[in-house]
């Protein structure tokens, strides 16, 4: 079946500009996450979503990040005046529940460079 | 608390075993093994549990002792197809589900 998909897979943008990436999580998975990969570097956490619950967002950097999910489905990771330091590798994973057993499936990732 | 991976990279021949080790100062829950491949996605090997089980996959199998909150990866008869990073994503919640990775641990298997 279909995995997570992700877009756009590259974004190249100027500094101060705005960005929005996508998310398509696995069809019936009730759980969403965000991170972040910088090069050569591990995963971190961003935001996740769970059901109709509030999300988590103890993870995003600053203010100028922020994500929403319509419909229990797709989401959007928006970051507002891009800093170069946002350069990285923004990763979506979804999972069918939400707990410390569910395993979690990642999309390819968007590789944002900001300019 | 990011958990801390050892070693940073490894340089195996084909056939070679190689451990590596996720270690957290918190009690853990549960450990959650990846493997990603350059310019790739993280590919899902394999979740331990609070209470020491140990898993296994093909070749690839690991422990997690819960008194040292200690995960270990171990890669037996290693392929060309293992090279990679792999990461160990730690979550200390019983009810949680938000995964904290450790910096990665670099594998390269040469023929």
């Known amino acids: 079946g279909a995995g997570v998909s992700q877009s756009p897979s590259n974004k190249v943008t100027e500094k101060g500009k705005d960005v929005e990436l996508r998310c398509d999580p696995i069809?019936?998975?009730?759980?969403l996450y965000w991170y972040r990969q910088s090069l050569g570097q591990g995963l971190e956490f961003l935001i996740y979503f769970q059901g109709n619950s509030a999300p988590d967002k103890s993870g995003l950097p600053s203010d100028r990040f922020s994500a929403e999910r319509t419909g229990g489905s797709v989401s959007t990771l928006t970051i507002q005046r891009t800093q170069q330091e946002d350069s990285a590798v923004y990763l979506c994973a979804s999972s069918l529940g939400f707990g410390p057993q569910e395993t979690q499936y990642f999309g390819p990732g968007t590789r944002l460079l900001v300019l | 608390q990011q958990p801390v991976q050892s070693p940073q990279a490894v340089i195996l021949r084909e056939g070679e075993d190689a451990v590596i080790n996720c270690s957290s100062s918190k009690a853990l829950y549960s450990v959650h093994w990846y493997r990603q491949k350059h310019g790739e996605a993280p590919v899902f090997l394999m979740i331990?549990?609070?209470?020491?089980e140990q898993k296994g996959h093909e070749k690839i199998s690991a422990s997690f002792n819960e008194k040292k909150q200690q995960s270990s990866l171990y890669l037996t008869a290693s392929q060309l197809s293992y090279s990679g990073t792999y990461f160990c994503g730690t979550e200390k919640a019983v009810q949680g589900g938000k995964l904290i990775f450790g910096q990665g641990t670099e594998l390269s298997v040469k023929p």
């Open positions: 331990l549990l609070k209470g020491g």
């Open positions: 069809s019936g998975h009730t759980a």
